[in-house]
């Protein structure tokens, strides 16, 4: 199949438009969703309830017409509860599979840091591997198997933080913030005109995309050319990470290679067959900031990933 070379940045598009029916603003989010998807990762979502996270994990998918399902991750939650088990059937006298939800495309894990290690543990290899194994039996998952996680960065009380295994694993840490002033009036008079945010159907979202012209979308992203100056210029920040001095685990060669795919999938948006050191920058934080843990004392002093990020990019010379 023939790509276009504004395919992927039209397909984005789309999405943004069908998006803005039930979302308002949240475009950074957004973008970084759909890069996410584009690059065949999986993001950690982070921001206080009631801000729409839940709304827009459900209408991506619905827009890219793909299968959905939630689970609500709980201190007693098992493996089983979102892997499956086997059960036996009296009348075959045989063992047959009753699969849990992990066995979607769209799988939206919310309050991920709620569950237990043992269950959390559970997503490693379908993340990894998109392959679940129970009882000693592996199952494949579809090829399109995206996991969207949520957390709330406010409560602690009774949660379980997330390994650096874990975390390694999301290609995207995506924050959402609270809405502008115009945009939280907006949202208000959404729901004084009757919008039902249960009722996802009745606001005309429907798939704008078909499963053909994702795959274009992916062949385009990977025949995006990449300089060897830009390689270095990623494993060079990638480096920087580690040898920060307010910074006591930097990320790791998964990360640098995540991020490379991610940059990659930020130039296709745009309409270019080409990256730029601007398309790593405007990706960095996202790929970035949940792989690096800091320092005590950097913490005391109210330092972020973010503020450790921005500070090697503003320093690291770009390639020419």
């Given at each position: ?217 992916r062949q385009e992203i990977g025949a995006v050319e990449v300089t060897d100056a830009m390689l270095d210029y990623i494993a060079r920040v990638s480096r920087a990470t580690r040898e920060h001095p307010s910074v006591y685990l930097g990320s790791s060669p998964r990360a640098a290679a995540q991020l490379l795919r991610s940059a990659k999938v930020v130039a296709a948006m745009r309409g270019r067959a080409f ?46």
């Amino acid at each position: 199949m023939q790509v276009a070379p504004q395919h992927t940045r039209e397909l984005a598009q789309r999405i943004f438009e069908a998006l803005g029916k039930v979302v308002v603003g949240q475009q950074a989010v957004i973008e970084q969703m759909i890069v996410a998807t584009l690059a065949r990762g999986h993001a950690l979502l982070e921001g206080v309830p009631g801000t729409a996270k839940t709304m827009l994990v459900k209408s991506l998918a619905l827009c890219l017409g793909r299968d959905y399902a939630r689970i609500q991750l709980t201190p007693d939650l098992m493996p089983s509860d979102i892997v499956g088990t086997y059960v036996f059937d009296m009348q075959t006298s045989t063992f047959n599979l009753r699969r849990g939800p992990i066995f979607t495309e769209f799988l939206l894990a919310d309050e991920i840091n709620r569950a237990p290690a043992k269950t959390q543990s559970a997503l490693l290899e379908a993340m990894q591997e998109r392959q679940v194994t129970i009882e000693g039996n592996t199952h494949r998952l579809s090829e399109g198997f995206t996991l969207f996680a949520t957390q709330n960065p406010i409560e602690y009380e009774g949660t379980y933080p997330l390994p650096e295994a874990q975390l390694d694993r999301f290609q995207l840490k995506i924050i959402v913030e609270y809405p502008s002033g115009p945009e939280e009036v907006d949202i208000l008079r959404r729901h004084h005109q009757g919008f039902d945010d249960s009722d996802l159907a009745a606001t005309g979202i429907a798939a704008v995309v078909a499963a053909e012209q994702l795959d274009a979308c992916r062949q385009e992203i990977g025949a995006v050319e990449v300089t060897d100056a830009m390689l270095d210029y990623i494993a060079r920040v990638s480096r920087a990470t580690r040898e920060h001095p307010s910074v006591y685990l930097g990320s790791s060669p998964r990360a640098a290679a995540q991020l490379l795919r991610s940059a990659k999938v930020v130039a296709a948006m745009r309409g270019r067959a080409f990256m730029t050191p601007d398309d790593v920058k405007d990706i960095a934080a996202p790929a970035l900031r949940h792989r690096l843990m800091l320092r005590p004392e950097a913490e005391i002093d109210g330092l972020r990933s973010d503020d450790v990020i921005g500070e090697i990019l503003a320093t690291i010379p770009v390639p020419r």
